[in-house]
């Protein structure tokens, strides 16, 4: 059962215009910089994305927004992409904000197989417009459904051939949950490991969930917003 794949432009042949993907990564940390890049070299149009949030201007999705192949974005954060709010205004982009915890929670109950579940966060905002509030112990929970894709883009530290990944400390941050909540699951890794290299109680996503892996290259660690301290 050997699940890798030459590199990542092999991993999107399967990716078609007008699926919906989720995407890893928390602003520029965790981001499958390697796979989004090949889906914009493919050129794969009218995409629906749902990721914490949608890149900068030339980092991530951005990538995708700057070449028009993104139709939609399911996100919780967009305030650091100029290049999106123009699109949106223009119309040009549909967007869906989400709580960031409804929007992990969403994912996670997709791969849980639970189609919907009540939350309070939300309630009496623009967020519950439309969607079914119900009281439980004299509180109000609004109804939101599960959220699943076509694939999911996940990045992880290490892999084996099997597809067990472990994540490394906060870039494991929506990876996990993405890895359940799709019909085919892509993931890149910085270092591809032999069998039995990864501790079994290690692993954070099991192979089980895992389509197709490769190592991924030319990793940069960018800094999203970069503040410094004014000198003395």
Known sequence: MDKRVANADAAVEKVFDGATILVGGFGTCGIPENLIA???????KNLTCASNNAG?????????????QIRKMIASYVGENKLFEQQV????VEVELNPQGTLAER???GGAGIPAFFTPTGVGTMIAEGK????????????????????AFVKAWKGDRWGNLVYRKTARNFNPMMATA???VIAEVEELVELGTLAPESVHTPGIFVNAI????????????????KRA
């Open 214 to 229: 490769f190592q991924g290259v030319n990793y940069e660690k960018k800094i999203e917003k970069r503040t410094v301290r």
């Open 107 to 109: 994912m996670r109950a």
């Open 56 to 68: 900068t201007v030339d980092t991530g999705l951005g990538l995708l927004l700057q070449s028009h």
């Open 38 to 44: 090949a889906v914009h070299r493919k050129g794969t």
């Open 89 to 92: 205004l223009k119309g040009e």
């Open 132 to 151: 079914e509030v119900r009281e439980f112990d004299g509180r109000k929970y609004v109804l939101e459904r599960w959220l699943r894709g076509d694939f």
């Open 182 to 184: 799709a019909d085919y």
